[in-house]
């Protein structure tokens, strides 16, 4: 099995490749660095559905996601972020 990958560098990867405003990664593994949970927010997302955020995160994303065993995510564009901060 793999080593994992640092949680700084799959977040890096994301800020950079997404061009994310925000970005939330949890590593839900005990620290190895095989299962994540992410929150991504980027303007990419404009006018694509899950279906299509997901694969934009995973094509992105496809080496880091190759090295681990569980990668949940959560995307959203700035303006439905923005809605779900202020409804929390």
């Known amino acids: 099995m793999s080593e994992g990958i640092a ?9 950079t490749r997404l061009e994310a405003v925000h970005v939330e990664v949890v590593d ?4 190895c660095g095989q299962a994540f ?3 991504i927010v980027s303007p990419n ?5 899950r279906l299509m955020r997901h694969r934009l995160v995973n094509s ?3 080496e880091e996601i190759a090295q681990i065993h569980a990668f949940t995510q959560k995307d959203y564009t700035p303006e439905e972020w923005a ?5 929390s």
């Open 28 to 31: 839900i593994s005990g620290g």
């Open 7 to 15: 949680m700084e560098s799959l977040e890096e990867a994301i800020k």
């Open 83 to 87: 809605k779900l901060q202020t409804s």
């Open 37 to 39: 949970e992410v929150v």
């Open 45 to 49: 997302f404009a006018g694509k559905n």
């Open 60 to 62: 992105a994303l496809r």
